[in-house]
């Protein structure tokens, strides 16, 4: 797949061979990786969160029921299950919020969608496509702008939790200090 170059294009006018080769190679790439990855993570987002639901419901009841005298020679085993059930709830919670399932589900949505809707505004000659007299590199333009936000947002969003990250390291580091004093 050649790269699609827009650079050299003169007098805000991009010829429509040109054209279909970027809704082709670049535009409906994108779609179809925002889409796929924006499915792929509210997939990951709603498993994981079904797995504490329903292991947080289970775990009280196998709590109590190892107190009933009836299950009392199984009471270790049941017991065993529900540290096990809460580890998994701690582990599914945590890889939750690590992996960002539900940011990055609705991020992805989000630029798909924005995706759509540009081509939608292109097709239709609406928004500011109206009266554009260059339209395919207003569309061009608009599209890489979306794209470009979207990578800002995703550095962004991974040098703040860097940052957090490394906080919390010296908190740990520091309060390891003063315990061993």
Not at 64 to 69: G, L, T
Not at 81 to 90: G, L, W
Not at 156 to 172: D, G, Q, V, Y
Request: glycine share 2%; charged share 35%.
């Amino acid at each position: 797949m050649s790269k699609v170059d827009i650079s050299e294009v003169k007098d805000d006018k991009l010829p429509q061979s040109q054209f279909d080769k970027y809704i082709e190679e670049r535009y409906e790439d994108q779609l179809k990786y925002y889409s796929n990855k924006a499915a792929g993570q509210q997939k990951y987002y709603r498993w994981v969160r079904w797995l504490v639901i329903v292991l947080s419901a289970f775990t009280p009841i196998l709590i109590a029921i190892s107190q009933w005298s009836f299950f009392e020679e199984y009471k270790t085993l049941i017991l065993l299950f529900s540290v096990v059930f809460s580890a998994f709830i701690a582990i599914a919670s945590s890889a939750a919020q690590a992996f960002r399932f539900h940011d990055e589900w609705v991020q992805k949505r989000k630029v798909s969608e924005m995706l759509k809707r540009e081509k939608f505004r292109f097709d239709t000659e609406t928004g500011a496509y109206a009266n554009a007299k260059c339209a395919r590199k207003l569309f061009v333009d608009n599209v890489e702008a979306i794209l470009e936000n979207d990578v800002n947002m995703f550095v962004k969003s991974e040098e703040e939790m860097a940052k957090r990250i490394e906080k919390e390291i010296e908190k740990t580091i520091k309060r390891e200090v003063q315990k061993n004093k």
